[in-house]
């Protein structure tokens, strides 16, 4: 038997959305179809398959991404390639994506998240605004640092290492006016650290004039 033919015989049309359900073999949600190679037999996503049988080889390094946000969907008008970080954000334009608020064990809002991070960065203690928000003082860290709540973006910050958190991005004395300003007027830390080009970590040690004092015994540039 042929690829094609065992590959269609996985394949179940549903008529109202167009989709081609796979019925085979699935891993968290996606086909899975076994095909022989020149090194013997292997076994990829059933999207890959049905791609690659009607519209030819996939070059290296892009994904089979889903139109119809649909993972069991073979058909290939229904799939487009593109890069992992193409994946990443048509997954979170749809809002299909299981990062932050929207992950099942999340106990904490965009928000909060951003207002402890911005709290860590100011070094305020990380017992009271674990006890504040409710969570375990080494959420907070994680937090703080970056390791948890990675869309919030920005680089990791410690503590006890404040070098960490200055980006190399060099910025005038009016720049670091502007900064203040404009966060003393309640923008958001990620919109100026944005406009700037530098972490919004930075932005609240420039708001808290932390970084100049700082640039009197060790300049940035």
């Known amino acids: 038997m042929t690829e094609r033919k065992r590959f269609y015989g996985f394949v179940q049309p549903e008529p109202n959305s167009g989709c081609w359900l796979w019925t085979g073999e699935t891993h968290k949600g996606y086909g899975r179809f076994k095909s022989r190679a020149t090194t013997g037999w292997r076994s990829e996503q059933a999207q890959r398959t049905g791609y690659r049988l009607h519209r030819g080889p996939i070059p290296a390094g892009l994904c089979v991404c889903h139109k119809c946000d649909n993972r069991r969907c073979v058909n290939p008008k229904h799939l487009f390639l593109g890069t992992h970080a193409d994946n990443l954000a048509d997954m979170r334009a749809k809002g299909r994506h299981r990062y932050g608020a929207r992950h099942p064990a999340a106990r904490l809002t965009e928000a909060q998240a951003v207002e402890i991070r911005e709290r860590w960065a100011r070094g305020e203690n990380r017992d009271a605004i674990a006890a504040e928000f409710g969570v375990d003082y080494r959420q907070v860290w994680r937090i703080g640092t970056g390791r948890r709540w990675r869309l919030l973006g920005g680089e990791v910050y410690t503590a006890r290492h404040p070098r960490r958190s200055l980006a190399h991005v060099h910025l005038t004395d009016a720049q670091h006016e502007e900064i203040a300003a404009r966060r003393q007027k309640g923008e958001r830390l990620l ?31």
Do not use: K
């Not at 406009?195 to 540039?221: C, K, L, N, T």
């Open 191 to 221: 919109s100026i650290a944005r406009d700037y080009g530098i972490a919004f970590q930075r932005v609240s040690r420039i708001a808290h004039h932390r970084e100049a004092e700082e640039r009197m015994g060790m300049p940035i540039g």
